[in-house]
């Protein structure tokens, strides 16, 4: 943030008096305003049908091309999973009901939280919503993991398909942390679930 969006002035990152963090704080003395950033949630569905779970190839950036689960940013005034059954409609044009939560990946570097929910479908019906290329129904070894668009949902499946050959779905949470260089796609995973 270069300019505060109350008075237009200019902003400086700096701590304020009593805090512990750098934040932006405007300048002018007549307005002074502190703004605080909070991470993004990101919620969306693990739709099963059968044995196979709904993905989507995007038609957005980041990861154009790529697959994904349906899933976008929380929106005010929605809860997580009414915001996750509306990314399914929005992206796979998928009416859906919501199950219960399955993972959370703290991805604290980009300031983001994953929360991915197990759902079904309600009715057979699905296509491409305008940020899909194509939404296809894929079974285990349909799904193309060297093509998967986010880390926290190539782990969200991994989890997935291990909690189903047990036998029996859990809550999943963790953090996730870049290794490697700048913009490399691996990433160490800490589960602080067991």
């Not at 949630?41 to 196979?52: A, F, L, P, Q, R």
């Not at 992206?91 to 604290?108: G, K, P, R, Y």
Request: one cysteine or more.
């Amino acid at each position: 943030m270069n300019f505060c969006p109350k008075c237009g002035s200019i902003v400086e990152r700096a701590i304020p008096e009593g805090d512990n963090r750098l934040r932006d704080i405007c300048t002018s003395p007549s307005c002074g305003k502190i703004h605080y950033q909070n991470p993004r949630v990101i919620t969306g569905c693990i739709v099963e049908c059968e044995d196979k779970i709904l993905f989507c190839r995007r038609a957005i950036q980041p990861r154009h091309g790529l697959w994904t689960l349906p899933a976008g940013f929380l929106e005010n005034a929605e809860t997580i999973s009414e915001g996750a059954a509306r990314e399914t409609m929005e992206e796979a044009n998928a009416d859906v009901e919501v199950i219960d939560l399955f993972s959370v990946f703290t991805l604290a570097h980009i300031n983001q939280v994953y929360m991915l929910f197990r759902a079904t479908l309600k009715s057979p019906h699905f296509e491409p919503g305008v940020e899909s290329l194509e939404v296809q129904l894929l079974d285990e070894s349909q799904i193309p993991w060297d093509q998967l668009a986010f880390a926290a949902i190539t782990e969200t499946m991994r989890l997935y398909f291990a909690d189903r050959k047990a036998g029996g779905f859990r809550t999943h949470i963790g953090e996730m942390r870049p290794i490697g260089e700048p913009g490399y796609r691996q990433y160490e995973t800490l589960m602080l679930t067991e």
